[in-house]
C-alpha cells in the first residue's frame, strides 16, 4: 500500500496529532493537504513494487552494521526486529551507508501480524515514532551520566522514500563532515490503522542535530526508546580504532592460562585495535569492593556463549573461586552491544547485594574476572587487584570437635533428607604428595565444605583428623567414583579417605 492511499483511508483525525523531533516551532500548519490518487507514487527503498516487509541479507545477525564514510565511526543497528504489545512487528535495516553525498539510511517496516484490523500507536514505536534518540552515553557505562546533551543527539529523518511521508529531508553536512538535520520540524502520524498482514514502510536519514555543530560525534550508545520496552539502538565507536581508550596498569605483563579457559583475551593485552574485549571498573581497590566488568563487542559478529568465572593467582597459578554452577542458556552479545558482571567482594562474610554476585572470605591478591565471550578467542578476561589482609581458614559453624591425643574428631549437622543425606566419614592424615591443591577462598565455598573442616583442624600435633558428615559433602571431596584424594594445602599435602558405610 503507497503512502496517498493509505493517508486517504486515514483520514484527517488520524493526521492530527504528530510526533516531533524538535521543541521549535515555526507557526506553519502542519496538517497534511488532502491527498488524491498518484499513478506516481513513492515508495520505500527498493522501489513501489517492494511493498512487503524489510528483508534481511542473514537472518541470525543480531545487528545491521555500516562503516561511514565521512567521519570515522561504524554504527550497529538493534535489534533489527521487534514486536509490540499490539501485535505490530517492526523490521529495520541500513539501506546504505553515509558519503559526501548522503547520509548514512536506515529502510523499516511495519506489519500487523494480527489476524485482525488493528490501529497501532507510533508514538513509542521506533523508527515510526520516537524519531530524536536519547542522549549517548558509553557503552557499558551510566545511561544518565550527564556527560552531553540533546545537542549530540541523533535524528531519524523521513526521507521521500516513506509511505507517510513524501517530503524530502530537511538535512545538511556540516564543515566537519557530519550530516545533520536543517529544518525546524519532523512530523509524523501518531496513528495508523492496518488490515490484517498490511505493511507499511519507511526509509530514514540518520543525522546529527540541528544544534549540535561544533560538537562532533560521541562513541557510544543513542536509544531510541519505546516505553518500558528495550529501546532501539545506534552503538558507534570508531572504526580503525574500536579498542579501549586507556591503557590498563598491567600492561606487559604475563600470566597463565586458567585452568578451564586455554583461550583467552586479557584486557591488560588489548590495544587501540582489538574490537572485544573485558573492561573493569576499577583495576586496584580495598575490600570489601564492587567492581563492574563489563565485556565490550565492536566487532561485526556476535559472541556466545558467555558466562563468568572469578579466579585467584596464588603462586603462578589460577584458582577457580566460583561460581561453581551456570545456567544452560547460552547467552550472546551482539556488535555494538555489552554485557556487565558485577562483583561484591568481602573480606568476610558477604551481604547479599541485588544484581551482584556476592564472594565472601577474600583475602588480598590478584583476581580475575573470565567471561565467555570473545572474538578470535573463547574467553576474554580482566585483572584487578583486591587489597586486604590474607583470609584465616576456621571450620564451618555447625561443626563441633573433641581431641584426643593427635586425633581430632569432627561432628557436623546432616541434612536430613535427600538422595546423598546418608551419613559418611572423612579420615584424613598426612601424606609426603598431593594430586590437586587448594587455596582458602575456595575452602569458604559450598562444594568444599567437608575439605574446609578437615584442613581447619590440622594444627601441630595433629596427625590424624576424622569428620562425620553426609555422602555429598564427602564426596565432594573425594570424588563421586572415588574414596581417596591427596591435597595440597599451604605447603602441606594430606590424604583424605571416604567410608560411606558409617
Not at 286 to 312: I, M, Q
Request: with cysteine; charged share 30%; glycine share 10%.
Amino acid at each position: 500500500m503507497r503512502r496517498r492511499t493509505f493517508a486517504a483511508a486515514l483520514g484527517t483525525s488520524a493526521l492530527a496529532g504528530c510526533s516531533s523531533v524538535l521543541t521549535t516551532d515555526d507557526g506553519r500548519d502542519d496538517t497534511p493537504p488532502e491527498d488524491t490518487p498518484n499513478e506516481n507514487e513513492k515508495g520505500a527503498t527498493g522501489g513501489n513494487e517492494n511493498d512487503g516487509p524489510v528483508e534481511f541479507e542473514d537472518e541470525r545477525s543480531a545487528a545491521s552494521i555500516v562503516d561511514l564514510e565521512t567521519i570515522d565511526r561504524t554504527y550497529a543497528l538493534s535489534p533489527r526486529r521487534y514486536r509490540t504489545e499490539d501485535g505490530g512487528e517492526i523490521r529495520l535495516r541500513f539501506a546504505e551507508t553515509a558519503t559526501e553525498n548522503h547520509p548514512a539510511r536506515i529502510v523499516a517496516s511495519l506489519e500487523n501480524a494480527n489476524d485482525y484490523e488493528n490501529t497501532f500507536e507510533l508514538r513509542w514505536t521506533p523508527p515510526f515514532g520516537r524519531l530524536g534518540s536519547d542522549h549517548p552515553y558509553p557503552m557499558g557505562g551510566d545511561r544518565g551520566g550527564g556527560e552531553y546533551t540533546y545537542r549530540q543527539t541523533l535524528v531519524l529523518v523521513p526521507t521521500e522514500n516513506h509511505d507517510l511521508s513524501d517530503a524530502e529531508p530537511p538535512i545538511e553536512r556540516d564543515g566537519d563532515g557530519h550530516w545533520r538535520l536543517a529544518g525546524d520540524r519532523i512530523r509524523l502520524p501518531e496513528t495508523v490503522r492496518l488490515d490484517p498482514g498490511e505493511v507499511v514502510r519507511g526509509e530514514y536519514a540518520v543525522v546529527g542535530h540541528a544544534d549540535g555543530t561544533g560538537s562532533g560525534r560521541p562513541t557510544g550508545v543513542y536509544e531510541f526508546s519505546r516505553g518500558q520496552r528495550d529501546a532501539v539502538r545506534i552503538a558507534a565507536w570508531n572504526t580503525d580504532e574500536p579498542g579501549p581508550a586507556a591503557a590498563s596498569r598491567f600492561e606487559g605483563e604475563s600470566v597463565p592460562s586458567t585452568p578451564r579457559e586455554d583461550s583467552i583475551a586479557w584486557f591488560h593485552d588489548a590495544d587501540a585495535s582489538t574490537p572485544t574485549f573485558v573492561r573493569p571498573s576499577t583495576e586496584r581497590t580495598d575490600l570489601p569492593a564492587e567492581v563492574e566488568f563489563t565485556f565490550v563487542n565492536r566487532s561485526r559478529e556476535s559472541t556466545k556463549c558467555g558466562h563468568w568465572n572469578l579466579y585467584k593467582l596464588v603462586d603462578g597459578r589460577w584458582y577457580h573461586i566460583g561460581p561453581y554452577v551456570h545456567t544452560a542458556d547460552c547467552r550472546i552479545v551482539g556488535p555494538g552491544a555489552t554485557k556487565t558482571w558485577t562483583l561484591h567482594a568481602f573480606g568476610g562474610e558477604s551481604v547479599p547485594c541485588d544484581g551482584a554476585t556476592e564472594f565472601g572470605h577474600l583475602g588480598g591478591g590478584r583476581y580475575a574476572a573470565v567471561a565467555g565471550y570473545g572474538h578470535e578467542t573463547d574467553h576474554s578476561a580482566a585483572m584487578v587487584k583486591l587489597v586486604g589482609d590474607a583470609v584465616a581458614l576456621e571450620p564451618t559453624a555447625d561443626a563441633t570437635a573433641e581431641t584426643s591425643g593427635t586425633t581430632v574428631t569432627v561432628t557436623t549437622a546432616r541434612p536430613e533428607e535427600g538422595e546423598h543425606a546418608s551419613p559418611a566419614t572423612l579420615t584424613a592424615t598426612r601424606t609426603d604428595d598431593a594430586e590437586s591443591t587448594v587455596i582458602t577462598e575456595q575452602l569458604y565455598r559450598q562444594r568444599y565444605r567437608g575439605l574446609r573442616n578437615v584442613l581447619a583442624f590440622f594444627d601441630d600435633g595433629v596427625d590424624r583428623v576424622v569428620v562425620h558428615t553426609d555422602e555429598r559433602t564427602a564426596e565432594r571431596v573425594v570424588g563421586y567414583d572415588s574414596d581417596v584424594a591427596r591435597v595440597g594445602y599451604d605447603g602441606e599435602s594430606y590424604e583424605a579417605q571416604v567410608d560411606r558405610r558409617s
